[in-house]
């Protein structure tokens, strides 16, 4: 039977071939997975902010620079080759507006984009980024196949 | 920061104060004799909250309210579809379920429910600590608890690492429960807890 291995909140996590990663409830937070097809392995990072730089410490898996620097070395050191890695992303919704109030600080869309950047300035190619809206998503990953199965509750479900 | 045994008893008779004004609100809206008490409460780190809240994607009707004052901080009031289900039908006066998701009306009514529950904690604090808060105008979500609260915690502005996190149940209607949460903008905890004389 296949595991599943749950990523909380500013988490990240790496798995072999056949366990399925999962993370529950995204909202403005993403969700990066990483894997390498040949090998069959990968990981999934649960990030809450664009990047550490100006935080006070803290927990560096919280940040998409910093928890996809974790990652990535996390999943090469279980024998993966950086230029296999490929990435798809899910997440940074926008649940919440006040009427007459344009949120001045998208925080979902400000991780979208800090996400990709830091994917780029890695070299790993981004196949499929599912993110922005204004519902929640949960996603699990299956390392081996590199399927990734979005659910949500009101905005249908789908495997990209 | 620490918190002490008094400051959480503190804590609870916010609680108490908050869901009396709620109860007492809601039985004027309502037209039937509504009860509401605080099986718990809690003063914990922001990440833990998630623990407290369970399965992370149960969708859940959330109700988010920014605080304006000297203590501003953020709001929160979230209950489980199903209590929401029977609250809008009880107070659109309908016997059939309501599309919570796309029902413009039913959204509306649920969102007035979620501002009368919010606003009355508020009030409570605000009168227990004596420090004047105000309320903006709530915005809801019917969706993923998890997604939800993820995007009220990572909202503009520096979060206090401690939440205040009140549980309560309601009676007279039946199966409604609901969760109050307040999390402190930087520096508010302090004046709240330091107001209260603890």
């Given at each position: ?160 | ?81 199903e209590s929401a289900q029977i ?13 919570l998701y796309s029902d413009e ?94």
């Open positions: 039977m296949n595991g599943v291995i749950n990523v909380g909140m500013a988490d990240y996590k790496t798995a072999r071939s056949p366990d399925i990663l999962l993370t529950a409830g995204l909202g403005s937070c993403i969700g990066i997975c990483i894997h390498d097809p040949l090998l069959k392995v990968g990981g999934m990072a649960h990030i809450m902010l664009p990047s550490a730089v100006g935080s006070l410490g803290g927990n560096p898996a919280k940040y998409a620079d910093t928890a996809l620097v974790l990652l990535l070395k996390e999943i090469v050191g279980m024998g993966a080759n950086n230029s296999r890695l490929r990435a798809k992303i899910a997440g940074g919704a926008q649940m919440f507006s006040f009427p007459g109030k344009p949120p001045v600080l998208k925080i979902g869309e400000r991780n979208a984009v800090a996400v990709e950047q830091e994917l780029k300035r890695n070299g790993i190619p981004l196949l499929v980024s599912d993110v922005g809206g204004s519902f929640g998503r949960t996603i699990h990953f299956d390392v081996g196949t590199g399927e990734l199965h979005i659910r949500t509750i009101n905005h249908g479900e789908k495997v990209v | 920061m620490e918190i002490t045994q008094f400051q959480l008893d503190a804590l609870r008779e916010i609680g108490n104060i908050g869901s009396g004004h709620a109860a007492t609100a809601l039985s004027t809206l309502l037209q039937r004799r509504i009860d509401m008490s605080v099986p718990k409460v809690w003063a914990i780190p922001f990440e833990q909250v998630t623990a407290i809240v369970g399965q992370l994607d149960t969708p859940q009707a959330t109700i988010y309210v920014k605080v304006e004052g000297e203590a501003s901080g953020k709001a929160v009031f979230f209950f489980p579809i609250m809008v039908q009880a107070l659109m006066g309908r016997n059939e379920p309501l599309d009306m039913a959204q509306s009514a649920l969102k007035e429910v979620g501002n009368i529950l919010v606003s009355s904690f508020i009030i409570a604090i605000s009168q227990f600590s004596g420090i004047p808060l105000q309320p903006s105008v709530p915005a809801l979500a019917v969706d993923m608890i998890g997604a939800s609260l993820d995007a009220i915690f990572l909202e503009e502005g520096s979060l206090e690492d401690t939440v205040l996190f009140i549980d309560t149940q309601l009676s007279g209607i039946p199966k409604i429960a609901g969760q109050f949460i307040f999390l402190p903008d930087d520096g508010s905890l302090k004046k709240l807890l330091g107001a209260t004389g603890l």
